[in-house]
């Protein structure tokens, strides 16, 4: 499978609030350190001796109360100049509040502000988060008092109280109520509400992409992830912070959890022996996300590359809280299909790992009837969780993983999964391509030496994602691989000549390499051969050099000239001067690095034929004379004689000239000219290796952009604007009317008509400082 960026996308920022890791830098020393960040719930959260039993079977207690916690994080929005109130800050849920300072520290990460500019207009906020967090479930409660205070006036030794009593007794318990949960103000509800998590980022950075927050439980980071990452490659937006939060630690969490039997009261050791269930954890990773080809354009630091990402749900299974190893197969081979890299170039898991015994032993099933077919080696492969050292942030689960994923691509070291002290007894790891990596070590490239992750996140519900990720390395993924139009996807009514779409380039070398000294080991022999009169013979040019990391071209017309600009290249690169380069391409001389620029065709409307255009392309090439003699046959049923007839004449007699202007400039005539000449022209350049990436056309000029993109065969496309032109001419008024062409504000341009008397209005706008006035 070739390398594309069809749905390449780059990571260029990152931010985190995590157990122990009020930072990046600080989760990463923590999982290089094999930090374990599970604790006993801290008691300003709830009171196990409240909530807390060991008997699993005790109602409405949990036998669980250790998770990991975010104990310690610096919220301080004065400090950081964003216009959030006190009051307002407040009443914000834990989880607006590491949003913010997790996007805030992503944009940071990224040099936004100050260094790198974002297009609000094109930015998205998507992130995952399910039910919310906790602040809902106390104002909840301090709502709900007239039902306690019903329920205590309905038991019986309280009714049999004095009035006065009962009346104070519960004055005083409203009282208690009020002093224990927080009064329901306007900052109540938008404080607490999911969907506002992603609204409050976009408000306070000023973004106007899609805001929204998904919800697939488990995996709902990564359900963000993937709609983050379609908005990237439909081109909804450019940039999109996403990820996942999860603050759902509250005691009614660990009890239900608990009636569920899924909790463990030890700690987590995900594919280990002794794994009894998983260990709830909080916090939030966020990722700024852009297409990887305008990162590289940019030059934005890119911490690893998305490449692809699969969904899928269980459908059917033995329970909606069941794993179905279906479900999460067509997840993990969906996501390596879409990367478009061959699954048995992984070097790295990052599994789902919740640490329950059936859950991990299904995962490891699934991962093994997945990758074994690829004759992956027994054991090459790392395993690793980070559940094993924060808990599983249920909502914000995918983005925790995808972030140890992407460090450790960073920073190319494998980091150890913890409490991995014996295999879980029903996993056969001695026959499985993969191993549970226990220790900090360099991870060595393997294969094609290009590292490779993947990471899964499954759902309650039976919804499922894997995501691939790989290193980012300068020029490997060819970002026209996808999208590119080559002129040969249209062929001509006429077949070209053989080897017409590759010409002989006359004139200019193109020398291609992997660096500078590759070039100038290529140039040497070339420079040697010019200074005894022979230049390269003409030839195609190859697409390797056309695509290289490094790229030379030089402009000659004869071999002595070759010879002593070889010479001025030689010295400019091993001069290492940027500044030598600008002065050269005055010369002709041009040096090329990273991934080739994108290229983008114009095509014009009417107003720009002339008698004569291309006249002389028309007698040297036969590609551009064949494109003539091909319309020449497409019209012949269409125009009195061949359209090559009226561009040409061989008279240079102004009354000759002034009446085939004139016949040109007839609509029926000039729409199809105009066409061809554009073929001509977009057909000769593809020849030389110069095919446009993106297309645009004004008026007429859409027709020729539609026959470069395949859109429209050539044929089709003349027979159109034939008609187009025909009926055009057939409109009879009696006085036509001019048109002018403006330059200028279009406030100005429109002021000034207004003053002029009779028929006279804006009848195309081009830009912002050019239109086209029409009037009688």
Known sequence: MKPSSHKAVAIVGLGAVLPDAPNVAAFWQNL??????????????????????????????????????????????????????????????????????????ALLDYGFPDRNKLDGERTAVILGNAMGGDTHLYTASRILFPEYAVALSKA????????????????????????????????????????????????????????????????????????????????????????????????????????????????TRPYAAGADG???GEGAAVFLLKRLEDAEKAGDRIYAVIRGIGGSSDGKGKGITAPNPIGQKLAVQRAWHNAGIDPGKVNLIEGHGTSTAVGDMVELQCLDEVFAQYNIPRQSVALGSVKSNIGHLKGAAGAAGILKAALCLTHKTLVPSLNFNSPNPNIDFNNSPFYVNTATRAWESNGDGIRRAGVSAFGFGGTNFHTVLEAFVPGHIQHDQQTRVYMSETPPTTPAPAGALKAPLRGALVLGGDSEQAILARLEKIHQAAGQGQAPPPAPPEEQDLRAPLRLVIDYGDAAELAQKCDKAHKALQGNNPAAWKMLRTQGIFLGKGPAPKVAFLYTGQGSQYVNMLKELQAADPLVTD??????????????RPLSSYIFINSNDPSDLKQADHALRQTEITQPAVLTVDLALTRLLAAYGMSPDMVMGHSLGEYGALVAAGALPFADALKAVSARGTEMAKVSVADNGLMAACFGPLEEIEKIINTVEGYVVIANINSNSQAVIGGA
């Open 32 to 105: 290089t350190g094999g930090k374990y960040s599970i604790t006993d719930v801290p008691v300003e959260r709830w009171d196990p001796a409240l909530y807390y039993d060991p008997d699993p079977k005790v109602p409405d207690k949990s036998y669980s109360r250790i998770g990991g916690w975010v104990r310690d994080f610096d919220w301080n929005p004065l400090k950081w100049k964003l216009p959030i109130p006190p009051k307002v800050g407040d009443a914000m849920d834990l989880t607006q509040k590491w949003a913010i300072m997790a996007a805030r520290e």
């Open 278 to 280: 998983f260990v709830m």
């Open 156 to 267: 019986g030794h309280f009714s049999e109280l004095p009035k006065e009593l009962r009346e104070s007794i519960l004055q005083e318990f409203r009282d208690r109520v009020g002093d224990r949960f927080p009064l329901i103000t306007e900052d109540t509800m938008p404080g607490e509400l999911s969907n506002i998590i992603a609204g409050r980022i976009a408000a306070l950075f000023n973004f106007r992409g899609p805001n929204y927050v998904a919800d697939a439980a488990c995996a709902s980071a990564m359900a963000a992830i993937n709609a983050a990452i379609e908005g990237l490659e439909e081109y909804d937006f450019d940039a999109v912070l996403t990820g996942g939060i999860d603050a759902n630690m509250s005691a009614s969490t660990y009890v239900k959890f608990s009636k569920i039997g899924a909790l463990s009261g030890s700690g």
């Open 627 to 640: 494109t003539f003699r091909e319309a020449d046959d497409i019209m012949k049923p269409l125009i009195p």
